[in-house]
DNA sequence: GTGCAGAAATTGGTTGGACCATTGAACCAC
DNA sequence: GTGGTTCAATGGTCCAACCAATTTCTGCAC
């Protein structure tokens, strides 16, 4: 038997597309920011229908990946390589107290680890960057009083960012906008962070001091404070409702 | 400055056809499995081109809610409801070792800590599921004399199923993809695998007797025998490389 | 009646062309 | 320079086909 003749590819027609693109962004080294040709070249160049780079480009879109701006032109959001792997996160019901909890949890555990690669492996280009953020965080937290979620969530970013390893911001960068949704919405909570600040220092000096074990309790207590802030306000929340 | 002028939305067709067609899915109750309505149907019903609609779809279907079969239908794959969250995760492949270890760091956060939640709230039914999945990882174990990847696998989806989070699932699934990836070549350990095998049952004795700290210490175990394997791995291979 | 091959209808996939809405740059008057 | 106007470029939407895979129906042979 001749078995291993054509299973020919006749389907897939934009996802050649995205491979096609992909490697066109690697070839032409084109970074975040940078503008893709029009739909309307890459359906000459590909000689595919423009409707079907539109399914391809809307793909790309959902995973945040690109951002099309009517008038203006499609742009790369993200680096982009013809290997990478991609895996939408879903949770059902995300603006209620148990979705903000298991982002939390996801947070703790990533969190501690980091901090503590972090104390093993930073250097001091990184841990000079992690206070500078730090500086800029408690600064901002005694002029605005507390609401410095900006600022914070670059020290954080700093961190995983000196972790050596890249997962750990890329994950945690994909729930950035779940973080910030309660973040900046203080779920009635007033001084909601306030509790959690003075653990910032506290994890920063375990890092400076190359100290694993130490960085990763200080982000476990920083990560109850902030458990401990959300309860609180769905707590209220819920006083509220019965009104 | 008036800081918080939010850019007004004025168009949005595809999204507001997601939303119908989640209010849909929830009026009618549609579950995984379940059949939605055609692309032409949608259109006309809704009052928009085909060609939105599929735009739509297109989006959903790269979320995986979704799964379409030419000349049969759509499908539901999942459970949606229209308040949920998507958190579009993309990870850059590293094919290599050091890319390798940064999977095996993400794993060592979430399997103990998901190990460690398990133990707090997993039930009779899910402990029941774990000890199954652990009784068949160890006769492969012992028919297949370690090569039990799969069965292994499942006994840890099991235990972050458990865990009463989605998210850590998702993730480690992630992991795992990326894991596999650089699995054809088996690093020339012969043994890999063994050293870990005995910490699968003494992390489900740990869960079964709702220890956390304890099922946290063992996961921990677990990962760094992976780890080491890893390691002699990687040693083996740059032996071979200048052969 | 049963079983099965072929026709017909159904459905997602693709195409090409058209028009609309927004953007941004060039241009112009002031 | 400032503020409009024009105009070409670009993404967003629409339409009307046709293709390809699948499902369903039909009708014949037995």
Same mark, same amino acid.
């Given at each position: 038997?001749?078995?291993?003749?054509?299973?020919?590819?006749?389907?897939?027609?934009?996802?050649?597309?995205?491979?096609?693109?992909?490697?066109?962004?690697?070839?032409?080294?084109?970074?975040?920011?940078?503008?893709?040709?029009?739909?309307?070249?890459?359906?000459?160049?590909?000689?595919?229908?423009?409707?079907?780079?539109?399914?391809?480009?809307?793909?790309?879109?959902?995973?945040?990946?690109?951002?099309?701006?009517?008038?203006?032109?499609?742009?790369?959001?993200?680096?982009?390589?013809?290997?990478?792997?991609?895996?939408?996160?879903?949770?059902?019901?995300?603006?209620?107290?148990?979705?903000?909890?298991?982002?939390?949890?996801?947070?703790?555990?990533?969190?501690? !680890? /980091?901090?503590? &690669?972090? $104390?093993?492996?930073?250097?001091?280009?990184?841990?000079?960057?992690?206070?500078? %953020? *730090?500086?800029?965080?408690?600064?901002?937290?005694?002029?605005?009083?507390?609401?410095?979620?900006?600022?914070?969530?670059?020290?954080?970013?700093?961190?995983?960012?000196?972790?050596?390893?890249?997962?750990?911001?890329?994950?945690?960068?994909?729930?950035?906008?779940?973080?910030?949704?309660?973040?900046?919405?203080?779920?009635?909570?007033?001084?909601?962070?306030?509790?959690?600040?003075?653990?910032?220092?506290?994890?920063?000096?375990?890092?400076?001091?190359?100290?694993?074990?130490?960085?990763?309790? !200080? /982000?476990?207590? &920083?990560? $109850?404070?902030?458990?401990?802030?959300?309860?609180?306000?769905?707590?209220?929340? %819920? *006083?509220?409702?019965?009104?």
């Amino acid at each position: 038997m001749t078995d291993s003749l054509p299973p020919i590819q006749t389907t897939a027609r934009d996802d050649a597309v995205l491979k096609a693109l992909a490697g066109f962004v690697r070839q032409e080294s084109l970074g975040p920011g940078e503008k893709l040709p029009t739909e309307r070249i890459l359906a000459e160049r590909l000689k595919v229908s423009r409707n079907t780079v539109r399914e391809a480009l809307t793909r790309w879109e959902g995973l945040g990946l690109v951002e099309r701006r009517q008038g203006s032109g499609t742009y790369l959001k993200a680096a982009v390589s013809p290997d990478m792997l991609h895996m939408p996160l879903t949770l059902a019901g995300g603006n209620d107290f148990a979705g903000l909890m298991c982002t939390l949890e996801i947070r703790r555990a990533l969190e501690a !680890e /980091a901090a503590a &690669l972090c $104390a093993i492996r930073a250097g001091k280009a990184e841990l000079a960057e992690i206070e500078r %953020k *730090l500086d800029i965080m408690e600064e901002a937290f005694r002029t605005r009083d507390g609401m410095s979620s900006e600022e914070d969530w670059e020290f954080h970013q700093a961190i995983f960012r000196a972790s050596g390893n890249p997962l750990f911001e890329q994950i945690i960068a994909a729930m950035y906008e779940l973080f910030h949704r309660f973040w900046e919405h203080p779920l009635g909570v007033r001084d909601f962070g306030h509790a959690s600040f003075p653990y910032h220092r506290t994890i920063f000096d375990c890092i400076a001091a190359h100290d694993p074990e130490g960085a990763r309790r !200080e /982000a476990l207590k &920083l990560i $109850a404070t902030v458990e401990d802030d959300l309860k609180r306000g769905a707590a209220n929340l %819920k *006083l509220s409702d019965r009104k």
